[in-house]
């Protein structure tokens, strides 16, 4: 009896000592994963980066009889520059126009929309569409769930938290909006249609609860592509 209880005594030391070489392991592993994790080297981040422009894209409220904000078709005019900053460890979208504002007929379809959703003065609404539009999305994943997160900024200072998953050749994102869209929700889709194309549609959900869909078409630029 007195063997058997020494042995038992043994086996629980040496169990207790496995335990904490693991912790220490495990330990050792999480502080190191934390402290400097890997950089955005997944096939999705890397297949991002680059010069993207809009071939069309199209606005509209959905459940109602509105006519919605129309249809845009003008090649290369706007558009976002993916790049990879701090060693790789955040994405960066941020938006470009080569003529820097809207058309007229744009700023009048703008106009229309957010005469339904705010109660803003003309003159106000005259300054919001004369100004330059730019927006900065900054991205990466978080290294303890997995999940990738993301948060916009605008010149309107709207800013946005996002986070979400990939899905085979989709960027599934959960936006919550604050600033000038402050009650607002949405669900982003980013899709792979090629090495050199890709979709961006998102749903909003108005504080009112009337909803509206934007959808972008993009292609990379043509120099990007033939590197």
């Known amino acids: 009896m007195k063997r058997l209880s020494i042995l038992i005594l043994v086996i629980m030391a040496g169990m207790v000592s496995c335990t904490a070489i693991q912790q220490k392991e495990t330990a050792k592993e999480s502080k190191s994963s934390s402290f400097q994790p890997e950089p ?118 709207l800013y946005g938290q996002g986070r979400g998953r990939l899905e085979d050749n989709k960027e599934v994102m959960e936006w919550e909006w604050s600033g000038i869209g402050r009650g607002v929700t949405s669900v982003g889709i980013t899709e792979k249609i090629n090495d050199n194309k890709l979709s961006v549609s998102m749903k909003y959900t108005l504080p009112d609860g009337n909803k509206m869909e934007e959808k972008l078409e993009m292609i990379r630029n043509k120099i990007e592509a033939e590197k």
Not at 41 to 49: A, G, I, P, R, Y
Not at 147 to 154: G, K, L, S, T, V
């Open 40 to 157: 955005l080297e997944d096939d999705w981040s890397k297949w991002l980066v680059g010069k993207w422009q809009v071939t069309s894209g199209h606005s509209d409220f959905l459940g109602d009889e509105s006519e919605g904000l129309g249809e845009s078709n003008e090649e290369g005019a706007s558009g976002f520059i993916i790049e990879s900053i701090l060693n790789g460890q955040f994405l960066t979208w941020e938006s470009w126009n080569e003529t820097g504002e809207m058309t007229d007929e744009q700023k009048k379809q703008l106009k229309e929309a957010l005469k339904q959703t705010t109660n803003v003065s003309d003159e106000e609404l005259e300054r919001f569409v004369s100004m330059p539009y730019k927006s900065l999305l900054i991205q990466t994943i978080d290294p303890k769930t997995g999940e990738r997160i993301a948060y916009c900024f605008d010149s309107q200072r």
